[in-house]
């Protein structure tokens, strides 16, 4: 069987993307090299939603080959189409010699280059995980799905994330043959590690009784997210066992914190790096990400809480809900915005106490195991032999 080469163009190490480049890498059974496009700079960078600089305390560049590529962009950004400029990606990945090109996002000056110069001369992979939840009718829209069409004419195969992100895919054209299912996942295993005792630190530092239930929002504190209707709905709970935990930063930060001293039990920790974040997981019963829009593309974090065995309460903004959320069964779905739709689904699960969320949390344990970074790898590297 050929060697094949993959030469993989993504923005910068990213803590969902790594590990499942590292396995690619160790397996052996394609040949792969990261070219990252924001420079060398993008190992330490200011995070807008966050509101701060961002350096992460567990390394994403081990255990796999990658180049930095020069980024002449005025403004480097990960979020802005002119802020990735590399005049020279292309004979940097002629020089690997790849057989095949895999794409993270179009949305990049340099990016779409490779789309368009390696069209018809390379099997061109690419990897988004956008949706449609967001269309709205109008002039604007049709001239943006004119405009992604054409883009997506210079692509072969779309790795999709999930049943969203394959209805976006097919409504801009592309056949069900250019569709491969990856699906979107984090590293199950680093979450599911029990550490029990600093699960019970979490719980011990924020006061809580053992029968207590904790829910919690981890995340940027911004309008997309809405961690505000969380707080309103939680209000409404009147319930002394229950507190609910904000872990993250963000513009909405004091507006949260005013808001909170209405209720009790409401507390906020800052940002946790990775290392933390499995413990503070652990340590709650309930995780919701409560997104209104722009809609949520899929909610890494809920692979994150689910690895980690617990409930979950998702809007249906949320681009994962209607993959990984069984509704009555590991979790809830509300109507996003909908204050009287989140606070009954909230009470609902909370009715259900510790042992009824616990057996939710079973079920996304189950739901979760799937979502990996071995399948992606499987379903990679079959792909670029078959095709």
């Given at each position: 069987?050929?060697?094949?080469?993959?030469?993989?163009?993504?923005?910068?190490?990213?803590?969902?993307?790594?590990?499942?480049?590292?396995?690619?890498?160790?397996?052996?059974?394609?040949?792969?090299?990261?070219?990252?496009?924001?420079?060398?700079?993008?190992?330490?960078?200011?995070?807008?939603?966050?509101?701060?600089?961002?350096?992460?305390?567990?390394?994403?560049?081990?255990?796999?080959?990658?180049?930095?590529?020069?980024?002449?962009?005025?403004?480097?950004?990960?979020?802005?189409?002119?802020?990735?400029?590399?005049?020279?990606?292309?004979?940097?990945?002629?020089?690997?010699?790849?057989?095949?090109?895999?794409?993270?996002?179009?949305?990049?000056?340099?990016?779409?280059?490779?789309?368009?110069?390696?069209?018809?001369?390379?099997?061109?992979?690419?990897?988004?995980?956008?949706?449609?939840?967001?269309?709205?009718?109008?002039?604007?829209?049709?001239?943006?799905?004119?405009?992604?069409?054409?883009?997506?004419?210079?692509?072969?195969?779309?790795?999709?994330?999930?049943?969203?992100?394959?209805?976006?895919?097919?409504?801009?054209?592309?056949?069900?043959?250019?569709?491969?299912?990856?699906?979107?996942?984090?590293?199950?295993?680093?979450?599911?590690?029990?550490?029990?005792?600093?699960?019970?630190?979490?719980?011990?530092?924020?006061?809580?009784?053992?029968?207590?239930?904790?829910?919690?929002?981890?995340?940027?504190?911004?309008?997309?997210?809405?961690?505000?209707?969380?707080?309103?709905?939680?209000?409404?709970?009147?319930?002394?066992?229950?507190?609910?935990?904000?872990?993250?930063?963000?513009?909405?930060?004091?507006?949260?914190?005013?808001?909170?001293?209405?209720?009790?039990?409401?507390?906020?920790?800052?940002?946790?790096?990775?290392?933390?974040?499995?413990?503070?997981?652990?340590?709650?019963?309930?995780?919701?990400?409560?997104?209104?829009?722009?809609?949520?593309?899929?909610?890494?974090?809920?692979?994150?809480?689910?690895?980690?065995?617990?409930?979950?309460?998702?809007?249906?903004?949320?681009?994962?809900?209607?993959?990984?959320?069984?509704?009555?069964?590991?979790?809830?779905?509300?109507?996003?915005?909908?204050?009287?739709?989140?606070?009954?689904?909230?009470?609902?699960?909370?009715?259900?106490?510790k042992v009824g969320l616990s057996r939710m949390g079973q079920r996304s344990q189950e739901i979760i195991q799937t979502w990996n970074f071995g399948t992606q790898?499987?379903?990679?590297?079959?792909?670029?032999?078959?095709?």
């Amino acid at each position: 069987m050929k060697n094949i080469r993959l030469a993989i163009i993504t923005t910068h190490p990213i803590q969902y993307y790594a590990p499942m480049f590292k396995l690619l890498h160790e397996r052996g059974n394609i040949t792969i090299n990261i070219f990252y496009t924001f420079g060398a700079r993008g190992t330490e960078k200011f995070d807008e939603g966050f509101g701060k600089i961002i350096k992460w305390d567990i390394s994403f560049l081990d255990g796999y080959p990658f180049e930095w590529v020069s980024n002449i962009a005025h403004k480097p950004s990960s979020a802005k189409f002119k802020g990735i400029k590399n005049p020279g990606l292309i004979s940097q990945i002629e020089q690997w010699k790849p057989d095949a090109i895999l794409v993270y996002g179009w949305a990049y000056h340099s990016h779409l280059q490779v789309l368009r110069f390696f069209k018809n001369k390379l099997p061109v992979f690419f990897r988004g995980d956008s949706n449609c939840l967001d269309d709205v009718k109008g002039l604007k829209t049709v001239v943006k799905e004119i405009l992604k069409k054409w883009i997506y004419k210079h692509i072969d195969y779309a790795l999709y994330t999930g049943s969203h992100n394959k209805a976006y895919f097919k409504k801009l054209g592309l056949k069900e043959s250019q569709l491969i299912f990856v699906p979107h996942a984090v590293d199950n295993e680093r979450f599911a590690v029990l550490n029990l005792a600093k699960a019970k630190s979490v719980r011990e530092n924020l006061g809580l009784k053992q029968n207590d239930i904790l829910i919690l929002f981890a995340g940027k504190f911004e309008q997309k997210k809405d961690p505000l209707i969380l707080l309103q709905a939680f209000s409404e709970l009147t319930a002394p066992s229950v507190s609910l935990l904000f872990v993250g930063s963000g513009h909405l930060e004091e507006t949260l914190k005013a808001e909170s001293k209405k209720s009790s039990n409401v507390h906020f920790w800052e940002f946790q790096n990775q290392s933390e974040m499995p413990a503070i997981y652990q340590a709650c019963d309930l995780f919701c990400l409560p997104s209104q829009g722009p809609a949520e593309t899929w909610g890494l974090a809920v692979n994150e809480a689910m690895a980690c065995g617990k409930a979950i309460l998702v809007s249906d903004r949320v681009g994962c809900a209607i993959d990984l959320v069984e509704q009555g069964k590991n979790g809830e779905i509300f109507r996003a915005g909908d204050l009287s739709d989140i606070t009954a689904k909230l009470k609902r699960m909370v009715r259900e106490g510790k042992v009824g969320l616990s057996r939710m949390g079973q079920r996304s344990q189950e739901i979760i195991q799937t979502w990996n970074f071995g399948t992606q790898v499987t379903t990679i590297e079959t792909s670029l032999h078959e095709k």
